[in-house]
């Protein structure tokens, strides 16, 4: 399974950002995280591949929104009313479950930066 990560990059507070997750092989479930600098790695959203069943970390409702593309085997992240906060690296991963918990992922793609200026 290989995993890429991309449409990161620089925003104003308010500003939007879609991410992407670009997945081969074998998928099930997938996940976004973040982490910022010096920050631990924290859960954003997960989407169930075969249902589209969504989950989302608290802080992100109701202005990010996972969904998923089977045909393209795409994973979007769309990201609305940007905060500084929200400036880390982002990366998706797959795990076998619906989960926020980062121990249940197993495949991991290369991280995108996103950077939110106040």
């Known amino acids: 399974v290989q995993l890429q990560a991309s449409g990161g990059g620089l925003v104003q507070a308010g500003g939007s950002l879609r991410l992407s997750c670009t997945a081969s092989g074998r998928t099930f479930n997938v996940g976004w995280f973040r982490q910022a600098r010096g920050m631990e790695r924290e859960f954003v959203a997960a989407?169930?591949?075969?249902?589209?069943?969504?989950f989302y970390t608290d802080s992100v409702k109701g202005r990010f929104t996972i969904s998923r593309d089977g045909a393209k085997n795409l994973v979007y992240l769309q990201m609305n009313m940007l905060k500084p906060q929200d400036a880390a690296v982002y990366s998706c991963?797959?795990?076998?479950?619906?989960?926020?918990?980062?121990?249940?992922?197993?495949?991991w793609g290369q991280g995108t930066q996103v950077t939110v200026s106040s």
């Open positions: 989407i169930e591949w075969s249902s589209g069943r969504t």
């Open positions: 991963a797959t795990a076998n479950i619906l989960t926020g918990s980062s121990q249940a992922y197993d495949y």
